[in-house]
């Protein structure tokens, strides 16, 4: 066989081999990143970031991870306490359903709102958007994965 | 419960005057690097095929685009970003690919200038190529929040309307086809830049209508639906895809834009009833477009049987066919495909609609099947960036992005290998086209800003922003 033919043959297939080789090396990059977000704790299905509190209490920036159920009010035993005076004692729940959150208002007096509007009974919460209670605005975030 | 960092104006205003730390990325590195001999090994078997010389193929060419990919990762690298690191090397082989594919082609096929200093096919292209790293690179590093895109969703969907309406009136009819907007000496394709200021559009209206469109309080014989006036856009999006078709004469963009739009109706709802009355939708309309217009009956005739007309109206997908037929499983090698029968192309328009046909003929199954995977790793990874964004909008925006390119290039590789009635769209990455590489690489570059971890935080909602907020207070 001619040895050019066979040199051009042999340079030909290592292209080939290369573009495998490199679709190796990404697919190995891809699962090391896949499995080092399996590997990480079972994360929370969601954070609250207040965005603004005059009153103080909850500080502004701070992050709560929620649980499934999570109360808000005023009260001690709600479990994000938010100390202000427009919020009732026992004022709003966040509640995971499904794949997505809802917010409930519990009769409160000056109502929960999100986006601005007023929640009539229950409503859908979307990653991003914000609740109102009282004077204070919390932003609902996917919890951060790294 | 944990509590994060304090975010003041003060600490932000620290944070971006905090002297900017370089930071490795060796992942990318590595890649970028295997991407390179690849390509340099293509360059060599190329110049081999061609005239039987050991040596690289427009050794400059490839250089200054190697050196280009090399500038825009230490750049990344420079800024410190925490971004993707597997997006650029994969596209960068994409496009280096397509620099040995046009490099090869008969270089007349398009030129810039005249006389002795005229740029052939393969110069022009590495110009756009060079450019389009320039922009994805940009981006990604500028790009810090999204406020711009999220904030006026309705501005870019009018900037969408009034460029397709300008195409629709002034668009200059090339091959039957309204596509091309020419503006004194600058002329482009707006249906690609359209496909990204629409999956933005699209991010938008879906974060902030997603709870909206979960209700379900409407019913239309076994399918539950949300409210009809939520419906509205869905049948809007339908009216111009159709308009798209009937105008423009573009299949392509018709089926891609409509695609991108029910998968992401799909991927922020996750109700299937939606996207069932799309597909009815689609029907009707493909149906209903057939019986009316001669120029989508003759692409579906083609597809069905493109041997009925060998020589004429089925010649492309034809040759299409013996390309990869030829091909075979190996292929012929770079640079011993047929570029001339005859003094003609084989295929028409093979740089621009069949470049896959050429690579097939070249690299065979086994180099279509890798290159197809390349886009199946672009896809991945928008995917996942979308699946640990922050909130919704960026979540549907990386998502949307990244289908808006796998999508496309399904759909020109399906058009290529007759599973699809071929439409005209690009390869995304590999077609010759500034349009079509510019637009791609802004997705790039955004899907690269998104990727950031440490991007400053999404901005509140529209409603509590801006006019809207104070006139809301006043009248309060």
């Known amino acids: 066989m001619d040895p050019l033919l066979l040199v051009i043959w042999i340079v030909r297939l290592s292209f080939l081999a290369l ?36 009153a103080g209490e909850p500080r502004e920036g701070r992050s709560f991870d929620l649980d499934a159920i999570t109360t808000l009010g005023r009260d001690v035993n709600n479990a994000i306490v938010i100390d202000d005076p427009f919020a009732s004692s026992e004022h709003a729940v966040l509640t995971f359903r499904g794949r997505s959150w809802y917010v409930e208002d519990l009769g409160s007096t000056n109502g929960t709102f999100v986006n601005g509007r007023a929640v009539a009974a229950v409503a859908p919460l979307g990653f991003g958007d914000e609740v109102s209670i009282g004077q204070v605005r919390l932003r609902l975030e996917r919890a951060r994965s790294s | ?21 370089p930071r490795p990325r060796w992942t990318e590195a590595r890649l970028l690097a295997l991407a390179a001999i690849a390509l340099l090994v293509g360059s060599l078997s190329l110049r081999l095929g061609v005239d039987g010389q050991f040596g690289l193929a427009d050794a400059r060419g490839l250089g200054i685009y190697l050196g280009a990919l090399l500038i825009a990762h230490f750049a990344q690298v420079l800024a410190g970003r925490r971004s993707d690191e597997i997006l650029l090397p994969v596209v960068g082989l994409l496009g280096g690919i397509s620099l040995l594919l046009m490099e090869r082609l008969p270089q007349n096929l398009v030129t810039l200038g005249e006389g002795e200093s005229a740029l052939g096919l393969g110069d022009v292209q590495l110009i756009w190529l060079v450019l389009a790293i320039a922009v994805a690179t940009t981006l990604a590093i500028v790009v810090r929040s999204d406020a711009w895109l999220r904030r006026y969703k309705y501005t870019w969907a009018a900037v969408g309307i009034a460029l397709l309406l300008l195409t629709f009136i002034f668009g200059a009819d090339v091959a039957g086809q309204r596509l091309t907007l020419r503006l004194g000496p600058i002329s482009g394709q707006p249906s690609e830049l359209l496909k990204v200021i629409l999956v933005v559009f699209l991010a938008g209206y879906l974060s902030e209508n997603r709870p909206l469109l979960i209700e379900q309080d409407s019913r239309l014989g076994p399918l539950r639906l949300p409210p009809l006036p939520y419906l509205a856009p869905m049948v809007a999006m339908w009216a111009i895809a159709l308009g798209i078709v009937v105008v423009q004469r573009d299949l392509g963009a018709a089926l891609l834009f409509f695609a991108v739009f029910l998968a992401l109706t799909y991927a922020a709802t996750g109700r299937l009833s939606l996207v069932i009355i799309g597909l009815a939708l689609f029907l009707a309309g493909s149906a209903l477009m057939a019986n009316l217009f001669e120029h989508v009956r003759d692409r579906v005739d083609i597809w069905l049987d493109p041997f009925a007309d060998p020589l004429g109206s089925g010649y492309q997908v034809v040759q299409s066919l013996h390309a990869f037929a030829r091909g075979g499983l190996l292929g012929t090698g770079l640079g011993n495909g047929l570029p001339m029968v005859g003094g003609r192309l084989p295929i028409p328009e093979v740089h621009t ?12 199954l086994v180099g279509v099947i890798a290159i197809l995977g390349l886009y199946f790793v672009v896809i991945q990874r928008g995917l996942r960036i979308g699946a640990s964004a922050a909130d919704d909008f960026r979540a549907i925006l990386a998502t949307g992005l990244a289908l808006v390119v796998g999508v496309q290039a399904f759909i020109i590789a399906a058009g290529n290998l007759k599973v699809l009635p071929l439409t005209g769209v690009t390869l995304p990455f590999v077609s010759y086209g500034g349009s079509s590489l510019l637009a791609n690489a802004v997705v790039v570059g955004l899907l690269l800003a998104l990727s950031d971890r440490g991007v400053e935080p999404p901005p509140p909602p529209s409603e ?13």
């Open chain 1, 19 to 54: 573009l495998y080789l490199f679709l190796a090396r990404v697919v190995g990059s891809l699962l090391r990143d896949l499995r080092a977000a399996a590997r990480e704790p079972a994360t929370s299905p969601g954070r609250l970031i207040v965005v603004e509190s005059p």
């Open chain 2, 353 to 364: 609609d069949f470049p896959l046909a050429a690579l097939g003929e070249e690299l065979g």
């Open chain 2, 1 to 21: 419960m944990t509590i994060a960092r304090r975010r003041s104006p003060w600490i932000a205003l620290l944070r971006v005057l905090r002297p900017i730390r």
């Open chain 2, 464 to 476: 509590a922003t801006g006019w809207r907020r104070r006139f809301r207070r006043a009248s309060a």
